[in-house]
């Protein structure tokens, strides 16, 4: 007989989202609301960006390219990213693409950026592993990006994931700390 209780992996995921929803809230409403506003680098962020990132969702270890919109009103863009990961441990791969929202603070002129990061996704399972095809998705990131030199950029981000997804066997996957390390190119 079914239970109209709902199990501790959909409780869990709800906290998350709901987590992962109030810090991106907080991330917009804190960007917008800056009294000071430095104008970034017109020569660095008024393009287009084109990365490539290596990432570790939870268990699963990945790679992903992704491109940015040009900055608007001064310091947002939207991002597309697209992921390669897999599951761990049987190493079956899946895909995820998400888009998101990103609000960027210039800390040191031309060298140091800091930027929050929210949005959604869908995450492309592996029917091999997983009973659905499609899981959608939410998250929330914190990141740093050094410039050494102008049209390039290093950056580091973390934050966390809430999905559905799970393998056939009931363990969840691609949910919790997200990891992300790459290099951007501006053009």
Known sequence: MLSDKPSKIQIMNTKRVSMLSVLLGFFMISGIAQTEVKLPNPNKVNHFSLGFQISQYQKDYGIGLQLTSPFIIK???FRLRGNLQFVDPTWSPYGHLTLSFVNK???IK???DVYGEGGGGIIFANRSVSTDAVYGCGFGIFGVEFHPITPL???FEMGGMGSGASTATGEVYSNG???NTG????F
């Open 110 to 112: 031309d060298k140091l």
């Open 153 to 155: 950029g290093f950056y």
């Open 75 to 77: 310091r947002m863009a």
């Open 177 to 179: 700390f997200i990891l």
């Open 183 to 186: 290099m951007r190119f501006y």
């Open 105 to 107: 603070y210039e800390v």
